[in-house]
């Protein structure tokens, strides 16, 4: 339902058909005018990618490759080692992802089901620290991380990100919603807790679960700073790194083309789980959104 | 049944302690990778420390590095280029994002095309577009000079001019955050109830009253967290700036964290670092407090 829709003038009274149309054609235009900006970036990171190093540098401007270069994408693998990257990439954000969707449902659970003295305290406190922001403790979690020797590992990308306020509050809000009932009957049927986390309450909360890890792998894929501070061996680096290190390869316009290239490839996966997965993302921002 | 309340003892501290063990893996993480660096943070801004001579010997220097940054035409700079890249953040983003959030609100077709355009940026990386607006850019032979030489209107300097580039890195900003805080207005717009809309139509109420009386105030509450969320994500940015800029032309773009960064771990200097970040924290919590004074005076 639309407030625009409405007319203004008087009371009551249905607008008029001319009026209408004019309304959508200005919203469809709105939309359009608005659109190409958005698509612009991905256009052009496209085109150059394709485009010959003369191309690139041409004046005037080619606005699209004459010949597209494809090869420039199976060159992008061989100059720094992206494979190796994007696997690294995918254990660490599906390892991050995993971890969260289990720390935060287990904790959700914990304290929106039990009455143990000391949760609602707990849980602010909880709340609040995990609420300072991550540049103020990057100091420190370094040096924990160092002095463990996690440098250059994958446990050292992947255990600093297991948690998030984010997640724990929101599975809390999901779970909150959950009958009792269910859980007391499942209790006098024998069950035992761990038994209800798994068998209730994690099928129960599944859209909530997916939004969160949706957004959890998102995030994480293109986490850049801690990676950027832990990482110095080439063979550890996730995607992103490498793709700022691919930016010391092609610092002239002239092969900016395999910096492109490596930017589109970077870009890819983000793009396919949101296209996939559209709907929970949508609605997980919108109840992250409204709940605060 | 009867047995959450007044239940046997026995069976109910076992239920508390199954309670416990479900939040003990996140509380325990919180204390070590949370409330420890917290304070561990603190401690060391009041430091001096090279993070290589062991922690135990940090030398005490009190509240100097406070002093000192704050007295630091440098640091004075990079704050207010902080400030710059945040208030360009607030001043562009909330009204656009509204305006995409009417537009998806309309009942128009191919909705997911649209959801896509305007969306598809804010999952993008941002290392990638970083890199994509630093060659758009590009003097020479970026498309945004080629069109505004196509339109005969003068070209820029864009990177190598100190205002133009925080503009190119706001650019940045507010292009990828539209779509997210559409979906946020989108939600705040779809819970207003149509009955008033209609109640305002009989009224005789226009347009633009409409707006201004019935969904601007109800959409109170969402847009002050748009602007706590904008804020608080605009005074941390580092990558944008990191990739495009680094800072330059100058220190002209230079913003908190990236010195930090720079300062931390090119520097070896963690006590300045910290004291740095805790400066930061507090300009993010007191931002965030007077913004939520304000919308609470406004009502």
């Given amino acids: ?292 | 049944m009867g047995q959450r309340r007044r239940g046997r003892a026995g069976y109910l501290r076992r239920r508390d302690l199954a309670g416990w063990l479900f939040v003990a893996p996140v509380l325990i993480f919180s204390v070590i990778f949370f409330l420890g660096p917290l304070l561990f943070a603190i401690v060391l801004s009041l430091h001096q420390w090279d993070m290589i001579s062991p922690v135990t010997q940090m030398t005490w220097v009190g509240f100097l590095h406070y002093v000192r940054l704050l007295q630091d035409p440098l640091f004075r700079l990079i704050l207010r280029n902080t400030f710059a890249y945040t208030l360009g953040s607030l001043v562009f983003i909330p009204p656009l994002s509204l305006g995409i959030a009417f537009l998806l609100n309309a009942r128009v077709r191919l909705q997911w095309l649209w959801r896509t355009l305007y969306f598809t940026p804010v999952v993008t990386s941002t290392v990638a577009l970083s890199i994509v607006w630093t060659h758009l850019f590009d003097q020479n032979f970026g498309p945004i000079n080629a069109l505004l030489g196509d339109l005969h209107l003068p070209l820029q300097p864009w990177l190598s001019s100190p205002t133009e580039a925080m503009l190119v890195v706001i650019s940045l900003s507010v292009w990828q955050s539209l779509g997210y805080y559409a979906i946020i207005f989108l939600a705040g717009l779809q819970g207003i109830p149509q009955e008033l809309y209609e109640a305002g139509s009989l009224d005789g109420a226009g347009q633009w009253a409409q707006f201004r009386s019935i969904t601007l105030p109800l959409l109170r509450t969402t847009t002050l967290f748009v602007i706590v969320i904008i804020t608080i994500n605009a005074l941390q940015v580092f990558v944008p700036i990191f990739v495009i800029t680094n800072g330059g032309p100058v220190d002209t773009t230079d913003v908190v964290v990236l010195k930090m960064y720079d300062v931390a771990f090119n520097y070896l200097q963690m006590g300045t670092a910290s004291a740095m970040a805790m400066i930061l924290f507090l300009i993010v919590l007191i931002c965030t407090l007077i913004q939520f004074r304000l919308a609470r005076t406004d009502n």
């Avoid at chain 1, 209730?200 to 293109?222: H, T, V």
């Avoid at chain 1, 930016?247 to 789980?273: C, E, F, H, K, W």
């Fill in chain 1, 1 to 292: 339902m639309n407030p625009s829709l409405a007319r203004a003038g008087s009371p009551g009274r249905r607008p008029t058909n001319v009026r209408r149309v004019l309304r959508r054609a200005a919203i469809y235009t709105l939309l359009i005018v608005g659109a190409v900006p958005m698509a612009f970036p991905f256009y052009y990171v496209i085109a150059s990618s394709l485009m010959t190093p003369d191309e690139l540098i041409q004046i005037p401007i080619t606005w699209w490759p004459h010949h597209p270069q494809w090869q420039t994408y199976a060159n992008v693998w061989t100059v720094i080692p992206f494979a190796r990257m994007f696997v690294n990439s995918l254990f660490v954000t599906l390892a991050i992802t995993l971890g969260i969707l289990l720390t935060s449902s287990l904790a959700g659970f914990g304290f929106a089901k039990y009455h143990f003295k000391g949760r609602d305290v707990a849980f602010l406190a909880l709340l609040s620290s995990m609420m300072v922001p991550f540049f103020v403790l990057l100091i420190p979690i370094y040096y924990i991380i160092k002095e463990l020797g996690w440098l250059d590992t994958y446990q050292g990308l992947i255990v600093p990100n297991i948690v998030t306020a984010f997640g724990v509050f929101l599975l809390r809000q999901f779970i909150l919603t959950i009958p009792d009932e269910l859980i007391d009957a499942a209790r006098i049927d024998g069950a035992r807790e761990l038994r209800i986390y798994w068998s209730i309450i994690l099928p129960l909360i599944r859209p909530a679960l997916s939004a969160l890890g949706i957004f959890a792998f998102i995030y994480q894929w293109e986490n850049f700073l801690w990676p950027l501070l832990i990482l110095q061996n080439p063979s550890m680096f996730t995607v992103p790194i490498g793709l700022n290190s691919l930016r010391s390869y092609a610092d002239t316009q002239q092969n900016a083309n395999l910096l492109m290239a490596g930017s589109v490839l970077a870009i890819v996966p983000s793009v396919i789980v949101f296209l996939l997965l559209q709907r929970q993302f949508v609605r997980g921002i919108s109840l992250g959104g409204l709940k605060g």
